[in-house]
């Protein structure tokens, strides 16, 4: 009598949870899952203009489910053309469950007063180098990474990376850690700090010393001090 028992109680049990699988399973097909739409800039993610010449964006392209969607995309710029310096103009398209993709692409407003150094990109030269003062003066050497320098007003430039790219591009922790900042060409040659920031770490260099531009050969150098250890040696063609 007892194991009849079990065995009813068993069936019935069994019965209510094919009946509870079968309720959740016509929702109209419903998984869970969301759909992402594609989102492709056309050109670079980066442009150089000069200052007073109209920015005119190369494009995007959207697709969802393979339907060009590119007419539901948002673009929100700040571009000053008349005003050097560094602006973002951003993309974002959302889906139908509220989830947005976006993309973003970096105009660079150059002033196109005459100087010795150039707006463009400058590679990090052998005999750049770093050294750790708390690690026995431990030294890394490295050269081969590409930085920017942007004129925003005669001798003002923009760096995007005044450590020559260590953290960003040999490290590949991204563009969040290159320290960018402005710097000024002096009338004898020398090269001073303005300002510096390391975005992701939220902090900035120590200082600068030995900011040069040499005459004789076109290449730029300075020592950066960071992190109250590390001290920066960084040679640009």
Same mark, same amino acid.
């Given at each position: ?41 056309i050109?670079?993610?980066? !442009? #150089?203009?000069?200052?007073? &010449? $109209?920015?005119?964006? %190369? @494009?995007?392209?959207?697709f ?5 969607? +590119?007419?539901? !995309? #948002?673009?929100?710029?700040? &571009? $000053?053309?008349?005003? %050097? @310096? ?9 889906? +139908? ?10 105009v ?117 001090d ?12």
């Amino acid at each position: 009598m007892k194991d009849k028992l079990i065995l009813k109680i068993f069936i019935i049990t069994l019965i209510s949870l094919i009946s509870l699988s079968c309720d959740d399973d016509s929702t109209g097909g419903e998984t869970g899952l969301t759909v992402y739409p594609t989102l492709d800039l056309i050109g670079e993610s980066s !442009v #150089i203009i000069e200052k007073g &010449v $109209d920015f005119e964006d %190369p @494009g995007y392209t959207s697709f969802l489910s393979g339907e060009d969607v +590119s007419d539901e !995309v #948002i673009v929100t710029s700040n &571009v $000053d053309v008349n005003v %050097p @310096g560094v602006y973002l103009v951003t993309y974002e398209i959302t889906n +139908s469950d509220g989830y947005p993709v976006s993309k973003s692409r970096t105009v660079y407003v150059a002033d196109t007063t005459p100087s010795v150094i150039s707006t463009s990109m400058h590679s990090v030269l052998t005999d750049t180098h770093r050294i750790n003062h708390d690690s026995d003066d431990a030294r890394t050497d490295f050269a081969g990474y590409e930085v920017l320098f942007l004129q925003t007003e005669p001798g003002v430039f923009y760096c995007s990376d005044l450590l020559g790219g260590y953290y960003d591009q040999r490290a590949g922790y991204g563009s969040g850690y290159a320290m960018n900042g402005y710097f000024k060409l002096n009338e004898d040659n020398t090269i001073s700090l303005i300002s510096s920031s390391v975005p992701s770490w939220g902090d900035s260099a120590d200082g600068m010393r030995n900011g040069f531009y040499d005459p004789s050969t076109g290449n730029i150098a300075w020592t950066i001090d960071y992190a109250g250890i590390l001290e920066f040696n960084i040679i640009f063609d």
